[in-house]
């Protein structure tokens, strides 16, 4: 079974400029999570996604930030303008609800450096 | 805040011995999970307690939660060097809610 793919892998830019992220979770795993960690810190949850509907934007900086999951498959997140403090590593992570297990699978995630 | 705290920050020890972290959250919670962080494997599960639950063991870990205390505690026994990384707790909610905490730091020793 393939894991959970994100691309790109590294990205450097240069503050104010945009930049997007993009998940293919596991599948058949209908929830979809994006987290920010910043060194030295655990994840973050910015979003997250029951097939095609987020039900948990609550710490997405709806500003600038934005994210969309089209056929509840594949997921981008997006940055508009970035901003220096923008700088960390975006995970994506799938599972699959109903089975009780509520164990999630992390894809590697994309560092980010904001410059 | 629902996210749970790590204790120890950071944690050295010498290969073969027994490594505790523990993890206190303040909020009520559905479930508990614990996940290992290196830097060649990523984010990693590695068990899942249920709030109704007080003991798991899988090879060589073992959780334990305390709800009355509202922390849980990871035993890893007999540690290895490809143990080092670091690990956190999740706590979860209703639905598929989850907090990660900060996270404590392993290092063994070989």
């Known amino acids: 079974e393939a894991g959970v793919v994100q691309s790109p892998r590294y990205k450097i830019i240069e503050k104010k400029q945009p930049v997007a992220f993009w998940c293919n979770p596991i599948?058949?795993?209908?929830?979809l999570y994006w987290y920010r960690q910043n060194l030295g810190q655990g994840p973050e949850l910015l979003i997250r996604?029951?097939?095609?509907?987020?039900?948990?934007d609550s710490q997405l900086p709806k500003d600038r930030f934005s994210a969309e999951r089209l056929k509840g498959v594949d997921s981008t997140l997006k940055i508009q303008p970035a901003e220096l403090g923008d700088s960390a590593v975006y995970l994506c992570?799938?599972?699959?609800?109903?089975?009780?297990?509520?164990?999630?699978?992390f894809g590697p995630g994309t560092r980010l450096t904001v410059t | 805040s629902q996210q749970g705290e790590e204790d120890p920050q950071a944690l050295s020890i010498q290969e073969g011995e027994n490594a505790t972290m523990n993890c206190s959250y303040k909020?009520?919670?559905?479930?508990l999970q614990w996940y290992r962080q290196n830097s060649g494997r990523g984010l990693v599960h590695l068990i899942l307690?249920?709030?109704?639950?007080r003991e798991k063991h899988s090879g060589r870990l073992r959780v334990t939660l305390d709800t009355s205390k509202k922390s849980s505690s990871l035993l890893i026994t007999a540690s290895r060097a490809a143990d080092t990384a670091s690990y956190f707790c999740?706590?979860?909610?209703?639905?598929?809610?989850?907090?990660f905490g900060t996270g404590t730091s392993l290092t063994v020793i070989p």
């Open positions: 992570a799938s599972s699959k609800r109903g089975t009780g297990s509520h164990e999630q699978y």
């Open positions: 599948s058949g795993h209908n929830t």
């Open positions: 996604y029951e097939n095609e509907e987020a039900v948990d």
């Open positions: 909020t009520s919670i559905n479930n």
């Open positions: 307690i249920r709030s109704n639950e």
């Open positions: 999740a706590t979860g909610f209703t639905g598929n809610q989850f907090y």
